[in-house]
C-alpha cells in the first residue's frame, strides 16, 4: 500500500492537511490515520471511499498506480479492467468480509 501512502502524503502537503484535518473529512481517527502514514496498518475498505469522496477523489485515485502498470499484479490489472460497477461491487465485498472479521 505504499502508494495509497505516498498518494495520502502528496495530498496532504498539497492541500495544507494536517491528520487531525483528513481524520475529521474523512470520519476515521487521528491514531488510524497515523498508523496509515507509519504503514502499520493498512486500510479498510470501508474507510477508504469516504475518504475519497472527502477530498473529491475516486477509491482509484487513492489506492492504485493505474498509470506504472509495470508494478501491477495480474489481480491488479484484471481489477482495473473491470467496468467501474463490478469493482465497486468487489469493493462492497471485500467491506462486507473485513465487517464480518
Request: no cysteine; proline share 3%; net charge positive.
Given at each position: 500500500?505504499?502508494?495509497?501512502?505516498?498518494?495520502?502524503?502528496?495530498?496532504?502537503?498539497?492541500?495544507?492537511?494536517?491528520?487531525?484535518?483528513?481524520?475529521?473529512?474523512?470520519?476515521?481517527s487521528?491514531?488510524?490515520?497515523?498508523?496509515w502514514?507509519?504503514?502499520?496498518?493498512?486500510?479498510?475498505?470501508?474507510?477508504?471511499?469516504?475518504?475519497?469522496?472527502?477530498?473529491?477523489?475516486?477509491?482509484?485515485?487513492?489506492?492504485?498506480?493505474?498509470?506504472?502498470?509495470?508494478?501491477?499484479?495480474?489481480?491488479?490489472?484484471?481489477?482495473?479492467?473491470?467496468?467501474?460497477?463490478?469493482k465497486?461491487?468487489?469493493?462492497?465485498?471485500?467491506?462486507?468480509?473485513?465487517?464480518?472479521?
Amino acid at each position: 500500500m505504499s502508494y495509497f501512502i505516498d498518494k495520502l502524503r502528496q495530498i496532504m502537503r498539497t492541500q495544507g492537511l494536517t491528520q487531525q484535518a483528513l481524520a475529521k473529512m474523512g470520519h476515521i481517527s487521528n491514531n488510524t490515520i497515523s498508523k496509515w502514514l507509519n504503514g502499520q496498518t493498512t486500510p479498510k475498505v470501508k474507510n477508504i471511499e469516504p475518504l475519497a469522496k472527502a477530498l473529491n477523489l475516486t477509491v482509484g485515485d487513492l489506492i492504485g498506480d493505474f498509470g506504472n502498470k509495470e508494478n501491477l499484479t495480474e489481480a491488479d490489472k484484471k481489477f482495473i479492467a473491470l467496468p467501474n460497477n463490478k469493482k465497486q461491487l468487489l469493493l462492497k465485498i471485500l467491506q462486507d468480509i473485513e465487517e464480518g472479521l
